[in-house]
């Protein structure tokens, strides 16, 4: 059975940092994109970026470039956020995903196939 399992999530004050993990079962994360998205009440999901399955290439939404950082663990199965300098406006649900094989250009979310539950992270002023 395949299954995502987020942690790490907290509250912070702004410009602290945390990093989320998301562990992964039943699947080898080798094989697949993964997809970091975030979700704030009442607004849309949001990609916040995505690794290929080699963890060599990289996407981030303009909103927390030069802040996010993804990575991923292939021997621990271990997909990572680290999240620097973060914002109130990053506040949110943070839920990790997984696309079979390639990063694709144009790439959907409705294309990931596997979701976890999430993990909140708050940031306060």
């Known amino acids: 059975q395949v299954q995502l399992v987020e942690s790490g999530g907290g509250s912070v004050q702004a410009g602290g940092s945390l990093t989320l993990s998301c562990a992964a079962s039943g699947y080898t994360l080798y094989y697949y994109c993964m997809g970091w998205f975030r979700q704030a009440p009442g607004k849309e999901r949001e990609r916040v970026g995505t690794?290929?399955?080699?963890?060599?290439?990289?996407t981030y939404a303009d909103s927390v470039k030069g802040r996010f950082t993804i990575s991923k663990d292939n021997a621990k199965n271990t997909l990572y956020l680290q999240m620097n300098s973060l914002k109130v406006e990053d506040t949110g649900m943070y839920y990790c995903?997984?696309?079979?094989?390639?990063?694709?250009?144009?790439?959907?979310?409705?294309?990931?196939?596997?979701w976890g539950q999430g993990t909140q992270v708050t940031a306060s002023s």
């Open positions: 690794i290929d399955r080699t963890g060599t290439t990289t």
């Open positions: 995903a997984a696309h079979p094989w390639t990063c694709p250009r144009g790439l959907r979310d409705g294309d990931f196939s596997f």
